[in-house]
Nanobody, 117 residues
Framework: QVQFVESGGGSVQPGGSLRLSCAVS????????MGWYRQSPGNQWELVAG????????KYGDSVKGRFTISRGDAKNTVYLQMNNLQPEDSDVYYC??????????WGQGTQVTVSS
């Protein structure tokens, strides 16, 4: 059984910052990549930021480049998403995704981020 612990969401004013965290656990679990996604109003999944855990290769969505940073935690299968200069269009539910190999993925329950004045 795979368990997610997501935290760090909340409400901020435009220009503010939040830090999301995601920790994944499970017996005999090998996670190769983790990342954060959100859904657009048209229900399309948008990559916010992703990381290959070995080598710490990162990828960012175009709309967040230069503002968001994904990093790996010291604990196993843990990543953080530092979000700076948040804007109202960043308001969404952010979902943590963990990949175990090429075909197996797991999703967290999501955490709400609201940016408004």
């Amino acid at each position: 059984q795979v368990q997610f612990v997501e935290s760090g969401g909340g409400s901020v004013q435009p220009g503010g910052s939040l830090r999301l965290s995601c920790a994944v656990s499970g017996s005999s679990l090998y996670i190769s990549a983790m990342g954060w996604y959100r859904q657009s109003p048209g229900n399309q999944w948008e990559l916010v930021a992703g990381m290959v855990l070995s080598g710490e290769i990162t990828k960012y969505g175009d709309s967040v480049k230069g503002r968001f940073t994904i990093s790996r935690g010291d604990a196993k299968n843990t990543v953080y998403l530092q979000m700076n200069n948040l804007q109202p269009e960043d308001s969404d539910v952010y979902y943590c995704k963990a990949g175990a190999g090429a075909t197996t993925t797991y999703w967290g329950q999501g955490t709400q981020v609201t940016v408004s004045s």
